[in-house]
């Protein structure tokens, strides 16, 4: 592909095409004025075929006002607009056959050291392994805001309109217009117009026939950039014992603010001393305080917590530790614990060397609603050191925490896996948490990377350890770590290493420098919570058509009585599975996607205890929402029925039974806002309900000490999937939701209800036998080809177009079997409709390719695909698919 690389010789970058040279021994240089190559952020729809793998890099001049450093954040002219671009290298050379006159200069400087230097080789690493322009991956590393484009608007002139205009203008002409006077400014965006006319060939003709007429007039607005926040402070000058001409009151007041630290916030400072503006604009006058505007970070540090010391270590956790901080350079440590197993507390304490060091820490959960309890864990230990990074916190403390992170001081970075590209340096540790979980994995938009892949590159780069964590590590870790053991070709031999004090085995690989490690009982000895499969086949025939056993009816009715908490889990969030009608069969269906609707209850409180609900019908794929109809549209009947179970119905039948249970939902409905994971648990923690019912989010690392009850619902949904990784999930999930019981002083208890009590999934959880499940799960991936034993790579395509999509996609096929004839060891599965093959309104195909341990593939290959792909089929490569939906 290409090459950047930032060291002490000047930058290099291999050519990309003819908008710009590299060769030293042109004429074209310039001697009273400062040139710059910058990597322009250009829509995909304005590249060239050719251009599209090649990274769009062009010359601009630096005007004199400016200081332009390598890796930059610009806003440069680019045709029409202003786009955003990052500085690659100085150079003295103007690209052939242009003119010095034509070099257009830089616009601004938005922000600067955001890259550094050796941040480029992680980046180029990503393009290059998930097939993806650079330029994306740098806007997917970057927090949101920086690079950003003009916008092109359309204005209307209101006063110009006459009256009666539907009478006479042709359709697209009257949409434009009406949407236009529909917004109080009378103005809006090309793209927000395009989508909502439908398209954009009548965008243009509409808009073609209102500017005829005067009627509209087209601009381009410039990208507003992201600013560093400004606010007032107090600043101490000089000692205040020294200060002569002041009231005593006046004395106090520059006392406290030493006892500050010599500055404080304006605001938060006249609150602490209670005093008022004119008496720091009177100590400002006399030359003792200096009041003036100075940056302030937008950090989300959450709420404040009490100090806390580190925890005596059991056997375990202590060898643990010990490999961990004897560990010099990169190495990849697999820290297997069972669940309470207290790996948060071996994190906490291998962190507060490499923070003494100097160093900072990288910490990755898998899901926004992990970070509240572990960041404040981590905050109790460490203070002020730790920061979140997340989607969940506005633009503009993401990029204030960025910014931070670029300080070079010891800090500690909780966040999903976006934060993989957080630009801490230099970086100690990094530990992905509960590190099987399919959450680390980036579906769409590309790249498509895993979280985990690109922690190993960067500590292989930074020359730090890596840790995973996982009560059930996933098959591809186990496999690097472990290898194969007593079936084919071992990856790596493994021996066991003796700590001399406890001998707790730990494994390391002799090749590639992995350590396997293990927690096999919970801190304090607690034992984990039994395990009871329910049959509900039996259930049925003894006439119970509830969606709750007896059994765990009986549990409910016990946990109400002894006044404990329990948790129970379902598949899936929302009533119902889908809505019919009873009198003609006709299902409720998005019309976008080819999926039915799911029945939705809307409530206004997260408690469940009111009421009132609004009836809604929603699509989980494309969000699209509509009132729940009081009558069939096909036949006009009034009779619906709802099918399945989803976290509402199972709330609405537990308070049927149960009324005085007080319970708590917590699914991706109720967690929409800003710190909703937070006040949920705090409540929940504080004992204000019951019963918290929920989907996957209950299964990721939460520790609630009061919880003694788990039932899973319908462990059914998890099992019969179309996806070779279904049991593997299936299987993660199970033992992670059991091992939420019985974490505290009560005793735990899981019931599991199935409709498959005999499925060897069901069977694994219930002794809790991960290694002979790993085992039996490893022969049918290995006589399948199938990952840890093999490469996927899923070639998915959509279109507006049905036909051209399918057709696309055989033309594809065509190729790659041509390629496949070539490599023996690769085979292309498909062409075939994705399982759902219409989601918001855009149809879909997909190719897999199966490659063989050892076997690779051309890239030229994949970028031929890109060459003869119709500009309305969208293509994406995804290396390492988890999910095929």
Known sequence: MFTITFDQSPLKVAE??????????????????????????????????????????????????????????????FGAMYLGAIAIRPTTQIPPGLDSDQIKPVDEVVSKGLFPPHYWQLLQQVAT?????????????????????????????????????????????????????????????????????????????????????????????????????QQLAVILIGDPYSAVDVTKRQQEVLQILKSCGGQAWLSEFLRLCKTTSPTLKTLAEKGYVLIEEREMLRLAQGIEQTPDQPKTLSPHQTNALNIIDHLSGFAQVLLHGVTGSGKTEVYLQAIAPILKQGKSALVLVPEIGLTPQLTDRFRARFGEKVCVYHSGLSEGERYDTWRNMTRQHPQIIIGTRSAIFAPLSPLGLIILDEEHDSSFKQDRPAPCYHARTVARWRAEMENCPLILGSATPSLESWIAVRGQEGRGTPKHQSIDIFDTESSVPISKSLISNSYYVSLPERIQSRPLPPVE???????????????????????????????????????????????????????????????????????????????????????????????????????????FKHFGSGTQRVVEELGKLFPELRMIRFDSDTTRTKDAHRILLTRFAQREADLLVGTQMLTKGLDLAGVSLVGVISADGLLHLSDYRASERAFQTLLQVAGRAGRGNDPGRVIIQTYTPEHPVIQAVQGYEYESFVERELEQRQELSYPPYGQLIALKLSSLNSTEVEETAQHFAEILFTVADEIPDMEVLGPAPAPVLRVANRYRWQILLKLLPGTSINTASLEQLQEVCPTSVRLMIDVDPLHFG
């Open 533 to 639: 499969i329910v049959d509900l086949r039996q259930e049925l025939r003894q006439g119970n058509r509830s969606i709750f056993s007896s059994r765990l009816q009986q549990a409910l009715q016990q946990l109400q009585e002894r006044g404990q908490q329990g948790i129970l889990f379902i598949h899936r969030r929302g009533h119902s599975t889908f809505v019919s009608c009873r009198s003609c069969g006709y299902v409720m269906e998005c019309p976008d996607c080819d999926v039915s609707l799911s029945y939705h209850h809307i409530r206004e409180d997260v408690l469940q205890t009111s009421r009132q609900v609004v009836p809604t019908l929603r699509c989980h794929y494309c969000n699209y929402g509509e009132l729940y109809p009081q009558r069939c549209p096909e036949c006009d009947s009034p009779y």
């Open 129 to 229: 392994y998930y097939q993806t322009p650079l330029i994306q991956v740098i806007r997917t590393a970057l927090p949101p805001g920086l690079l950003r484009r003009s916008q092109r608007r359309v204005r209307l002139f209101v006063n110009k309109i006459p009256s009666g205009v539907e009478n006479f203008l042709h359709h697209p002409a009257l949409t434009i217009l009406q949407l236009l006077q529909a917004k109080k400014s009378n103005d809006l965006s090309w793209a927000e117009l395009k989508k909502k006319v439908g398209g954009d060939y009548g965008l243009r003709k509409g808009y073609k026939d209102l500017l005829a007429r005067g009627w509209v007039e087209s601009y381009l607005e410039s990208p507003k950039k992201v600013q560093a926040k």
């Open 16 to 77: 990309a095409g003819a908008s710009y040279n590299t060769n030293s021994s042109s004429d074209n240089s310039l001697d009273d004025i400062r040139l710059i190559e910058v990597l322009v952020d250009i829509p995909t729809g304005q590249l060239k075929t050719q251009d599209r793998e090649q990274p769009p890099v062009f010359t601009y001049s630096i005007p004199p006002h400016l200081n332009v450093e390598p890796g930059d954040i610009l806003s440069v002219p």
